[in-house]
């Protein structure tokens, strides 16, 4: 589904992704973990369009696209999907216009109907319900006035409702307590099929016993320098990530 | 003799009695304001002595007074004496066919959704026998005249209707009010007046599309709106489209009587020429609006979606005399570019309950600057008077400002006045966000400018709400990013 080469990108002119290599299929849930400033929240970023990241080498495929032609709707319209780590305030506009337009451009963009507003109320129940938010949300403005947990799980709802091939959680849990934790990884858990697959950026291994992974990527100033099973977040948990670096170093040496 | 030689000497023999130096165009006075000037108007509008009397006294209080400074605008000083006061409504020259219509023009045309016999209309072009204006006008008129209420242009009003101008006009707006209200008292050339008798519920809104012979907008508009005791109008002044004029500074006045239990709606949409990108050339707008809640429980609302001008300095005020009596005021004032707008409104609370409703929407955009001023006054003698405003900006980009400037001075202690304000900025971040959700730009900076507005949109009359709507897209293209 996504496939990445040799990705280079920089902030302001600053280089932080110095040659990323990544594949992703179907089905398939990858974890983005690595030390403060190596580049996790950028490739979430510069993968979603974010004009603020230039990209300056490289290519990224998505499902046959070049992911670089395509602007920041068209890609959420192709199904890409990001979990912001700092999701914005947007006074004025509520959760359930949000949706409901994002939701019917989506449709549109593959030749569908917009959605019945009985089909449209009904789902944000049922996926409402899943994460534990309840009625009073769906009128009230996008992110105003919610906490950082309730933001995460704001995100989290709309992964849901949204339904894309491809999710991009950007440290969705940073700022949770341990029922929040919980309850938004149930939610990612019901989103997982075989049709779609999932980018999880995070710092801790914590995340990742509950939504367990099948790969597991260290990435560290700019490059991804070990891949591995599961089993791997648990060695970093332990470890921390010196000894990836010392590694590196080694065999750069050689 | 032939037509036009009779008009030719008409004119050159006036012009000989009026002292005017003979080589000056046939349709319009030279620069300058004096008391010839105004008598020049009052005999092309063929106005009885006493209005020319009431002119002259209007423009000997204006050369007592100075020019109000306190508004947070700057612009070049106006030389008063280089404005010509007078200019006899020539009918633009026709053009045959919308082909011959600038194609920008008609773009925005597109883009507001203006229905097409409209657009000929605004277009200059001769509208044809299958969009009759004339008849539709005719038989909306006739309709006016079997309920009574009249519907016409100031100028008649003077003319046919002496007693009730003399009984109301200036009764809101006095010539001593303030500088521009003087100056439009002695050289008003235009407007309208609309009288509702008693009972009368007006059938239809009035528009001014539909008063026959509706000549270019004047600079100088003169407005007088009186319903009854248990009447009610809703009155629709402006249009969507952008309007250019020759004439920089436009000051009208618009004064609104309702009597016992009567109710007058009055609603605005105005996009009066802003100036090129640079912010040259553009039109102000100093405006004085007062409605006079006279009647017990009678009610005044003031709608307005206000997008155009270079300045807009303006304050559609109530007062509220009657006991009962409620004030609206609902705004949304959008700047961008290097618009400028210190605008607002005065609620003054004289009888007893009297209630009262603000609720402003500032959009600034661009480098530009918009300031929402507003008194509400509680007088002594007003028992239990209720305000609620409501005051909220929104800063599109960060070249922008917006301010308020609130104002609160209450006399009784049974009042209840509430007051909240909020600021927003839209940024690339949001913009972003609803990016990220496969919304474009444009449709995203619409749904949150719409999301702001909504609490105004659903007060104003129907058709203006989605042609305002489309006119905020129009204004704020390009604001973000």
Known sequence: MLKIVNLHAEVEGKPILKGINLEINKGEVHAIMGPNGSGKSTLANVLSGNENYQVTEGEIWYEGHNMLDLSPEDRAREGVFLAFQYPVEIPGISNATLLKTAINEIRKHNGMDDISPKDFLAKMREKGQILGMNDSLINRSVNSGFSGGEKKRNEILQLLMLEPKLALLDETDSGLDIDALKIVSTGVNSFRSSENAVLLVTHYQRLLNYIVPDFVHVL??????????????????????????????????? | ?????????????????????????????????????????????????????????????????????????????????????????VKKPLLNSMDEVDPALLETFEKLGIPLAERQRLAGVAVDAVFDSVSVATTFRETLAKEGIIFCSISEAIRNHPDLIKKYLGSVVPATDNYFAALNSAVFTDGSFVFIPKGVRCPMELSTYFRINAENTGQFERTLIVAEDDSYVSYLE???????????????????????????????????????????????????????????????????????????????????????????????????????ADTGTKMIHIGKNTRSTIISKGISAGKSNNSYRGLVKIGKKAENARNFSQCDS???????????????????????????????????????????????????????????CKEVFNVLPMEFAVEAQKLLAVSLEGSVG
């Open chain 2, 394 to 452: 929104m800063l599109m980009g960060d070249k922008c400002g917006a301010h308020t400037f609130p104002y609160i001075e209450v006399e009784n202690p049974s009042a209840k006045v509430e007051h909240e304000a909020t600021t927003s900025k839209v940024g690339e971040d949001q913009i972003f966000y609803l990016n990220s959700r496969g919304i474009d730009t444009e449709d995203a900076v619409n749904m949150i400018v719409n999301g702001f």
């Open chain 1, 220 to 254: 560290s100033n700019g490059k991804i320098l070990k891949s591995g099973g599961k089993e791997l977040a648990l060695k970093l948990e332990d470890q921390g990530y010196d000894w990836i670096n010392k590694a590196e170093l080694e065999t750069e040496s050689v």
């Open chain 2, 238 to 340: 402006g249009c969507t489209a952008p309007m250019r004029d020759s004439n920089q500074l436009h000051a009208a006045v618009v004064e609104l009587v309702t009597l016992e239990n009567a109710e007058i709606k009055y609603s605005t949409v105005q996009n009066w020429y802003p100036g090129d990108k640079e912010g040259k050339g553009g039109i102000y707008n100093f405006v004085t609006k007062r409605g006079m809640c006279r009647g017990k429980n009678s009610k005044i609302s003031w709608t307005q979606v206000e997008t155009g001008s270079a300045i807009t300095w303006k304050y559609p005020s109530c007062v509220l005399a009657g006991e009962n009596s409620i004030g609206e005021f609902y705004s949304i004032a959008v700047t961008n570019n290097f618009q400028q």
């Open chain 2, 1 to 89: 003799m032939s037509e036009d030689m009779k008009v030719v000497e008409d004119l050159t023999q006036s012009e000989y009695k009026w002292g005017f130096v003979t080589d000056i165009e046939m349709d319009k006075a030279p620069n300058g304001l004096n008391e010839e000037i105004i008598r020049f108007i009052s005999a092309k509008k063929n106005e009885p002595e006493w209005m020319t009397e009431l002119r002259l006294k209007a423009y000997k209080t204006w050369l007592k007074m100075a020019e109000p400074d306190w508004a947070k605008i700057n612009y070049p000083k106006i030389d008063f004496q280089e404005i010509s006061y007078y200019a006899a409504p």
